[in-house]
C-alpha cells in the first residue's frame, strides 16, 4: 500500500515535471507500432484470405458421397453463418440426337459465397459477373458443353427425365479448381429441378457438398464444432487445401506479415530496453536515498515496478488507440486498393496480443535492470561514485533473451528456422556488442588527430563506453530488422510479378487421344498459340504403401491422407524434369533408369502420405497392378500453369497403358471462335478457361503485395520513431556536459559539432553492421522460409548505412539541440 | 516495521553511549593494494550529546560516518546503536532501523527532485509507517522556517532552503541520532552560518545525539566534543 502510494505519487511528480516524457514516449511508440501492425497484419490478411476462399466458393467446404445432414446448416444459421449446397454428379446431356458427358452441378439461392460467377450468351466469349444462380427451369452450360452438343441461348436440353432450357452460358465458376479432378465441361442449375431429372437414385454417384461463409472468429470456430461433429466419411475443406497456386501466395504474404509482427516486437523491445536503462540511470539517487532514509530492497524494487507498471498501462492504452488510429487511416486510405467494399473488422485479438507482448516484452527488458536499480547500496548517498553492483550476466540477459526467443518461436514454429534465426541473432548481438567495443577503443586512440569537436564527439563515446556499446546493438539491431524486412519484400514482390506475368497460359486441354495429339499441338499453333510441355495422362489408384492396402473410403485419416489415398491419381511419365519442378530428395531418373518402376512425387503428396525414398507404392493401373519405387521428391511450383503431376513415373513403365495428353497453352482474350473451332475439330478434348481462375491468383497476389508494402511501410515509419525516441533517451547524459563545455568557452557550434561527431560515428557503424546482418539473414529467411529466389542488392546496404547515419545523429541532434541552446547556467542549477 | 532487537544483540548494553564503535576498521582494495581507509576506531557517544568529526579531505570521515550510520559495512570491528549490533543485521534489518532510529543531512542535500518540500519531508515518516505524516511534516517544515515553501520542488528552492528541507525531513521522525556530512560543506558563508544556527536549534530542543562531519571551525566549535581524524585513525 505504502509503495503505491509512493509510486504513484512520483509517477505523478514526476509526470508533472516533464520527467518521463521520453520514456512514456518510447513504450507508447512501441505499443502503437506493435499493435498497429498486428491489426494491420489481422485486417489484411482477412482481406486475402477472403479473396482466396473464392476458389472453393466458400469459407469452408464440407464434402461427401451422401446428401449433407440438414443439421450441419441448422447450426451454420445459428451460428449467423451463410450457407448453401451444391450436389454434382456426371450425366449425358442431350440437344436433340448430339451428347456430351457433363458436369451437373445443382445449387441452392447464395451460391457462391464467395467469389462469382461468370457468364456470357454465347460460348467462349468473355464473362461477365453475374447476381444469383439460374431459376427454376433454366440452365446455364458451359462453353464447351454448349459448343460441343451445338446449342446456343433458348435451346432446351434434356438431363435425365427433365427438359430445361439455356438462359445463359457459363464462363467460370469460382470452384471450378485447377486440379481438373473433373474432366467433363460443367452446367449449372437449380437444385429444385434435380428430383425432376431423376438422376439421383440409391447407387448414383453424387458429390454432395455444404457451403459456409462468414466472419473469420465464426468460421473458425464453426470449424472446430465440424471437426467434431461430422461424419466419417464427410471431408471438410478451406483456404489451407484451396489450389496450391493461391495457397502459395497467401502462406508467403502471411510470413512476411508474422515477419514485421516480430520486427515490430523487436522494435518494442528496443526501446523498453533503452527506455529501462534511462529509468535506472535517473533513478540510482532516488533509490540510494530511499534506502538510507529506511526503505527495504523489496519496497524500492515495489516502487520502481509499480510505477513502470502504471506507465506501462499508460503506454498500452494510449498506444493501443493510437496503433489502431494509425491502421484505421492506412486501410481507408488503402480501401481503393484493396477493393473490397466492407473491410473486415478488426477483432480484439491484437490489442489483447500487443498488451501481452508489452508486458512480456517489459518483464524481459525491463526487471532485470530494475532489479538492478534496487541493489544499489545506500552508501551512494556519501559516495556518488558508488554504482549497484555488476549485474548477474544470466540474471540481466537471460529474461531478455527468454523474451525474444518465446516471440520468434510464436512466430516461425519451425525447429530448425527457429534455431536459426536463435544462432544468428545471438552472433549479430555478440558481432554489434563486439564491434562496439572496438569502436570505443579506436576512438580513444583517435582522439588526439581530430579537430577539438570530433575530440570532443568522439571522446564521449569512449568515456561512455558500456552506453555505447549498448547504443550500438540497439541502434544496429533496429536498422537490421527494418532493413531485412525490406529486403524480403523486395524479393517478394520481384517473385509475384516473375509469378505472373501476363501471357500465362490460360486454357488448359486434357484428354487428347494419343492419335491425335500431334495434329492438335499444329492446330495450336496454326490458331497462333503455342502449347506449354504435352504430357500423357494416365488415370490410376494408389492401392497399397509398402504392401499394406488402402481400404476405399479409408477412415479415421488426416483430411488430406483421405483424399489423396482414395482420390483417382493422374498419373504421367516423363523423361526431363520440368524446369518448374526442383528436386529435393533422391535423383531424377537417368536413361538407364529406362523402363524401372521408379516414381517421383511432389511434395504436397509426399508429405501428406508421411512417404519417404525408397517407399513402394502399389498402383492399380486400367486393372493391371504396377509395383513402384519412390525415386525421388520434386518441389512443384503450381504457379507456372503447366502440366504438372504429383506422381511421374520414370519412361518405358506406362507407355503401353491407354491414356489421353494434356497441355496448357495461352490464347489471347476474344479468340471464341478459334476455340470454338478447336472443339469442333476435336470433339474428345476437354477445355478448361482458367482465366477466371488466373484472375482470382492475380487478385489475390495484387492483395497480398499491397498487403506487405503497406505493413512496411508502417512498421519503418513506427521502428524509425522508436529509434528516435531511442536516442531522445540518452539526452539528459548530454545535457550536463554541454552546459559545462560551454561554461568552459566552447561556442555553441563546436557543441553540436561535437554531438554530431559522436552520433554520426555511431550511427555508421551501426548502419554498416546492420546491413551485412539484413543481407544474410535475408538469404537465409529468403531462401529457406520463404522458398524464393535471393538476389543481393546493394542499394538496401546503401540505405542501411547511409540511413542508419543520418537518423541516429538527426536524431541525437534533435535530442541535443534543445539542450545545446539553453543558457548554460540554467542546466548547472537545475 | 518496527525493529526489536533480538536479546542477542542486546549483549553488552549500555543505554548511556546510544552509539558506540569498537575497533572499526574499512579495508578496501585498490590497484596499489589493499587500503585501510578507517583504521582501528573505537569510541561512544552518549545520548544528547553533539560531536564533530573534523580533518582533512581524505581522512576518511565520511567513510566512518556511512560506517556508524550502517549505510556501509566494516571489514572488522562492530558498531552497537543504541545496544543493537548493527554488523549483525542484513542490509533490510539497518535499513528498518534506520527508518526508525537515525536521520541524515548531506552535502549535498539528496531531496528527490520529482517531490515537493513538503512530500520530501513526509517521505521517512510514510517509511516509517507513520500516520500523521503529513501534518508532521508541515510543522516541521514551519519549524525550519519554509511554511510558505511547502509546495515547492527542490529545483525551485535556492541551496539554502534546500538544506532547511533536508534539516527538516533529519528531524522529522525524532531521531535517535542524527548522522550530518558536511552540511555546510555547498553553502556560502552565510547561509551555511543560518543553517548551521538551525542545526543545532532543533538538536538541542529535540535532545538529539548529533554526529558532525565537518570543516568548519565555528561549527565544529559548537560541539561538546570534537574528534580529529588523519589518516583513517581518531587522533
Ligand atoms: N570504496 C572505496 N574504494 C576506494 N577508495 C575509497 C573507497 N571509499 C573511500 N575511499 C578513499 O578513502 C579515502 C577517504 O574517503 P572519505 O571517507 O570520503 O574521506 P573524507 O570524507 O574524510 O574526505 C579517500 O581517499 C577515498 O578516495
Ligand atoms: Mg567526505
Redesign the interface.
Known amino acids: 500500500m505504502k509503495a503505491v502510494r509512493l509510486a504513484l505519487r512520483l509517477l505523478s511528480r514526476e509526470w508533472r515535471s516533464g520527467e518521463l516524457g521520453v520514456l512514456l514516449l518510447a513504450l507508447t511508440v512501441a505499443v502503437a507500432a506493435l499493435t498497429g501492425v498486428g491489426f494491420l497484419v489481422g485486417r489484411i490478411s482477412a482481406a486475402v484470405a477472403l479473396e482466396a476462399s473464392s476458389v472453393l466458393a466458400a469459407d469452408i467446404r464440407l464434402g461427401s458421397t451422401r446428401p449433407i445432414a440438414e443439421a450441419y446448416f441448422a447450426e451454420a444459421e445459428r451460428r449467423g453463418l451463410k450457407s448453401a449446397r451444391t450436389s454434382s454428379t456426371l450425366s449425358v446431356v442431350f440437344n436433340g440426337d448430339a451428347s456430351q458427358l457433363t458436369n451437373l452441378v445443382a445449387v441452392t439461392a447464395g451460391y457462391p459465397l464467395r467469389g462469382r460467377l461468370l457468364t456470357a450468351v454465347e460460348p467462349f466469349a468473355p464473362g461477365t459477373p453475374v447476381q444469383g444462380i439460374p431459376g427454376p427451369g433454366e440452365v446455364w452450360p458451359a462453353s464447351k458443353l454448349l459448343a460441343a452438343v451445338g446449342g446456343k441461348v433458348g435451346t432446351e436440353l434434356s438431363i435425365g427425365a427433365a427438359t430445361l432450357r439455356v438462359t445463359r452460358v457459363l464462363i467460370s465458376r469460382p470452384d471450378q479448381g485447377g486440379t481438373f479432378a473433373e474432366l467433363a465441361p460443367s452446367l449449372i442449375m437449380n437444385a429444385a429441378d434435380l428430383p425432376a431429372t431423376q438422376l439421383v437414385q440409391p447407387g448414383s454417384r453424387v458429390s454432395y457438398a455444404g457451403l459456409f461463409a462468414g466472419e473469420r472468429p465464426a468460421i473458425e470456430d464453426f470449424k472446430a464444432w465440424l471437426t467434431d461433429h461430422k461424419q466419417p466419411g464427410e471431408r471438410l475443406r478451406d483456404i489451407t487445401d484451396a489450389s496450391p497456386q493461391v495457397r502459395n501466395a497467401v502462406e508467403r504474404a502471411g510470413r512476411f506479415l508474422s515477419l514485421a509482427s516480430l520486427v515490430s516486437v523487436l522494435l518494442c523491445a528496443i526501446a523498453v530496453a533503452m527506455a529501462a536503462r534511462r529509468y535506472v540511470h535517473r533513478h540510482l539517487d532516488t533509490v540510494a536515498l530511499l534506502k538510507t532514509l529506511g526503505a527495504t530492497r523489496g519496497f524500492t524494487l515495489a516502487v520502481a515496478v509499480l510505477q513502470l507498471l502504471a506507465l506501462a498501462l499508460i503506454a498500452a492504452l494510449v498506444g493501443a488507440a493510437l496503433g489502431f488510429l494509425a491502421q484505421e487511416w492506412l486501410l481507408r486510405t488503402i480501401r481503393g486498393l484493396l477493393a473490397v467494399t466492407e473491410l473486415p473488422p478488426p477483432s480484439a485479438m491484437p490489442f489483447a496480443v500487443g498488451l501481452v507482448t508489452a508486458i512480456a516484452v517489459l518483464a524481459g527488458f525491463a526487471l532485470p535492470p530494475l532489479i538492478q536499480l534496487q541493489r544499489v547500496p545506500a552508501l551512494r548517498v556519501l559516495r556518488r561514485d558508488v554504482g549497484p553492483p555488476p549485474p548477474i550476466v544470466l540474471l540481466a540477459f537471460g529474461p531478455a533473451v527468454l523474451v525474444v526467443l518465446l516471440l520468434i518461436w510464436w512466430v516461425v514454429r519451425d525447429r530448425h528456422l527457429f534455431l536459426y534465426l536463435g544462432a544468428g541473432l545471438a552472433a549479430f548481438l555478440a558481432i554489434l556488442a563486439f564491434a562496439g567495443s572496438a569502436l570505443v577503443l579506436l576512438a580513444g586512440r583517435l582522439r588526439g588527430r581530430v579537430g577539438v569537436a570530433w575530440r570532443y564527439g568522439v571522446a564521449n563515446l569512449s568515456r561512455r563506453r558500456a552506453e555505447s556499446v549498448v547504443q550500438l546493438v540497439a541502434f544496429g539491431t533496429g536498422i537490421m530488422v527494418l532493413l531485412l524486412l525490406g529486403i524480403i519484400r523486395d524479393d517478394l514482390n520481384s517473385d509475384w510479378r516473375r509469378t505472373l506475368p501476363p501471357n500465362l497460359p490460360n486454357y488448359f486441354f486434357i484428354n487428347i487421344p494419343p492419335a491425335e495429339r500431334d495434329d492438335f499441338i499444329h492446330f495450336v499453333e496454326a490458331l497462333g498459340a503455342r502449347t506449354t510441355r504435352v504430357l500423357p495422362m494416365i488415370r490410376g489408384r494408389l492401392t497399397a504403401i509398402n504392401g499394406r492396402p488402402i481400404e476405399e473410403g479409408r477412415r479415421g485419416g488426416r483430411g488430406e491422407e483421405e483424399g489423396f489415398a482414395t482420390r483417382e491419381q493422374n498419373l504421367t511419365w516423363t523423361t526431363e524434369l520440368g524446369p518448374d519442378n526442383r528436386i529435393v530428395a533422391g535423383h531424377w531418373w537417368t536413361e538407364a533408369d529406362a523402363g524401372k518402376p521408379l516414381v517421383s512425387l511432389a511434395t504436397e503428396f509426399q508429405e501428406s502420405l508421411g512417404l519417404r525414398l525408397g517407399d513402394h507404392l502399389t498402383f492399380d493401373i486400367g486393372g493391371e497392378t504396377i509395383e513402384t519405387t519412390v525415386a525421388s521428391i520434386r518441389k512443384v511450383k503450381w504457379d507456372t500453369f503447366r502440366p504438372n503431376f504429383f506422381i511421374e513415373f520414370a519412361p518405358g513403365v506406362l507407355e503401353h497403358v491407354a491414356g489421353t495428353y494434356m497441355t496448357s497453352a495461352y490464347f489471347t482474350p476474344g479468340t471464341a471462335r478459334t476455340l470454338a473451332e478447336l472443339a469442333h475439330r476435336f470433339p474428345s478434348v476437354s477445355i478448361f478457361d482458367i482465366d477466371e481462375l488466373l484472375n482470382q491468383v492475380r487478385a489475390v497476389l495484387d492483395k497480398a503485395a499491397l498487403a506487405v508494402q503497406s505493413v512496411f511501410v508502417f512498421t519503418l515509419l513506427a521502428g524509425l520513431t522508436v529509434l528516435l525516441a531511442a536516442v531522445q533517451s540518452s539526452r539528459d547524459e548530454r545535457r550536463y556536459e554541454s552546459a559545462m563545455l560551454r561554461t568552459l568557452g566552447a561556442r555553441r557550434s563546436t557543441v553540436v559539432q561535437g554531438v554530431l561527431a559522436e552520433f554520426l560515428t555511431l550511427g555508421t557503424l551501426s548502419g554498416l553492421i546492420a546491413a551485412a546482418g539484413a543481407s544474410l539473414a535475408a538469404y537465409y529467411l529468403t531462401t529457406r522460409w520463404l522458398e524464393l529466389r535471393y538476389t543481393f542488392e546493394l542499394v538496401p546496404c546503401i540505405v542501411g548505412i547511409a540511413g542508419g547515419a543520418l537518423l541516429v545523429a538527426s536524431g541525437g541532434w534533435l535530442a541535443t539541440r534543445s539542450v545545446v541552446n539553453q543558457p548554460p547556467l540554467r542546466t548547472l542549477r537545475a | 516495521m518496527s525493529s526489536n532487537p533480538t536479546p542477542s544483540t542486546h549483549a553488552q548494553a549500555n543505554f548511556d553511549s546510544v552509539l558506540k564503535a569498537e575497533n572499526l576498521s574499512k579495508q578496501v582494495s585498490s590497484p596499489e593494494g589493499a587500503l585501510t581507509i578507517v583504521d582501528d576506531v573505537s569510541l561512544s557517544i552518549a545520548r544528547g550529546e553533539s560531536v564533530a568529526v573534523a580533518g582533512p579531505s581524505g581522512a576518511g570521515k565520511?567513510t566512518l560516518?556511512?560506517l556508524l550510520a550502517g549505510?556501509?559495512t566494516p571489514t572488522s570491528g562492530r558498531v552497537l546503536l543504541e545496544g543493537t549490533d548493527l554488523t549483525r543485521l542484513d542490509?533490510?534489518g539497518r535499513?528498518?532501523?534506520?527508518?526508525?532510529r537515525?536521520g541524515?543531512v548531506?552535502q549535498s542535500f539528496?531531496l528527490?527532485?520529482?517531490?515537493?518540500a513538503l512530500?520530501n519531508v513526509m517521505?521517512?515518516l510514510?517509511?516509517?509507517?507513520r500516520a500523521d505524516a503529513r501534518r508532521a511534516a508541515a510543522e516541521t517544515l514551519a519549524r525550519v522556517g519554509l511554511k510558505d515553501r511547502t509546495g515547492h520542488?527542490p529545483?525551485q528552492l535556492s541551496g539554502g532552503e534546500q538544506q532547511r528541507v533536508a534539516i527538516a525531513?533529519a528531524f522529522v521522525t525524532a531521531p535517535a541520532v542524527l548522522f550530518a556530512?558536511e552540511p555546510t560543506g555547498n553553502l556560502d558563508t552565510a547561509t551555511g552560518a543560518r543553517v548551521g544556527e538551525l542545526l543545532f536549534e532543533l538538536n538541542a530542543s529535540a535532545h538529539t545525539t548529533l554526529v558532525l562531519v565537518t570543516h568548519d571551525r565555528e561549527l565544529a566549535a559548537r560541539c561538546a566534543r570534537t574528534l580529529r581524524m588523519e589518516a583513517g585513525r581518531i587522533a
Open positions: 565520511s560516518l556511512a549505510l556501509d542490509e533490510d535499513a528498518r532501523l534506520r527508518a526508525e537515525v541524515f548531506f539528496h528527490i527532485p520529482a517531490l515537493t512530500e517521505l521517512p510514510e517509511l516509517a509507517g520542488y529545483r525531513r556530512d
